[in-house]
């Protein structure tokens, strides 16, 4: 019987390149499955025009992206199995390669699935973004409360805007206290910051009796409008809803209608309009 012979140097230097190279396969599937995993909030971002909201996973992208990361490390593991076999059956002699390697096979076919899958997740987001996009659209042009403030878009300046506030409350009576530049003082902070005014009005004879019965409102009151401007020009007049006054502080029935009978949301739409 033929005595077998330890591999060449050659041979386990090619088994250390290619464990090398399955190394790297590792960490490239383990960096696409990281970008894929949040392409889907990049799409969503893209859609909505919008960066600033809370980082999540989105849509099918998640799962796909997870499924890459956990192929890398798969990739990994069974790489460093095969390369210690490898080692050893050089060091027996042993033919070393006797058929295709499985691990390349299944990486392959894995690859390719989730590829299919994801084309057919792409062309259904294509699809379906034009009215995703109308919806969006639809949604924000809807004044809607977001935890208890209300915005709505104002079609005029910030300073027009304001002034049309100050005519509305001097034409029902309604004590402007206090016009608050927060723009402007950021300026004079070496500051800058969009144009940004604070209204602060109210009426005593009726805000006292609220106070009276739910202590707490004081921290809400006298009532306000806030006009902005974003970083793309645009205005928005925004103020806390009556219904989240009402939650918050646990207002009777009375009260509550005597609140909504203020028309703030009346006086907002009227100036932003």
């Known amino acids: 019987m033929a005595e077998r012979t330890p591999g060449s140097p050659s041979d386990y230097l090619a088994a250390e390149r290619t464990f090398l190279a399955w190394i790297r ?53 069974f790489c460093t199995w095969n390369h210690i076999r490898l080692v050893r059956e050089l060091n027996r002699g042993e033919p070393a390669v006797r058929r295709p390697s499985p691990l390349a096979v299944a990486v392959a076919v894995i690859l390719a699935a989730l590829g299919l899958a994801m084309a057919v ?24 409360p977001d935890n208890g403030i209300v915005t709505m878009p104002s079609h ?9 506030v100050e005519k509305a409350l001097a034409a029902k009576g309604v004590k402007l206290f206090a016009l608050i530049d927060h723009s402007g003082e ?14 602060i009005f109210g009426n005593p004879k009726a805000g006292t009796p609220w106070m009276l019965a739910a202590p707490s ?26 219904d989240f006054l009402q939650s918050r502080h646990h207002l009777p029935p009375n009260l509550f209608e005597a609140l909504q009978g203020a028309g703030i949301d009346i006086l907002a739409a009227k100036v932003a309009e």
């Open 25 to 77: 396969t590792g960490l490239a599937l383990m960096g696409f499955g990281f970008v894929v995993a949040r392409f889907g909030l990049f799409l969503e971002a893209l859609h909505t025009g919008q960066w600033s909201f809370p980082a999540r996973q989105y849509r099918p992208s998640f799962w796909f992206g997870t499924g890459l990361i956990l192929l890398g490390v798969l990739v990994n593991v």
């Open 186 to 199: 950021a300026e004079k902070a070496g500051l800058h910051m969009p144009d940004t005014k604070l209204l």
């Open 217 to 242: 409102l004081a921290i809400d009151l006298p009532l306000k409008i806030l006009v902005a401007e974003d970083g793309e020009g645009k205005v928005s007049v925004s103020y806390n809803s009556p």
């Open 156 to 164: 005029h300046s910030v300073d027009e805007t304001v002034q049309r």
């Open 121 to 144: 997740y792409l062309i259904s987001v294509r699809d379906s973004s034009p009215q995703r996009l109308a919806v969006i659209q639809e949604e924000s042009m809807t004044p809607k």
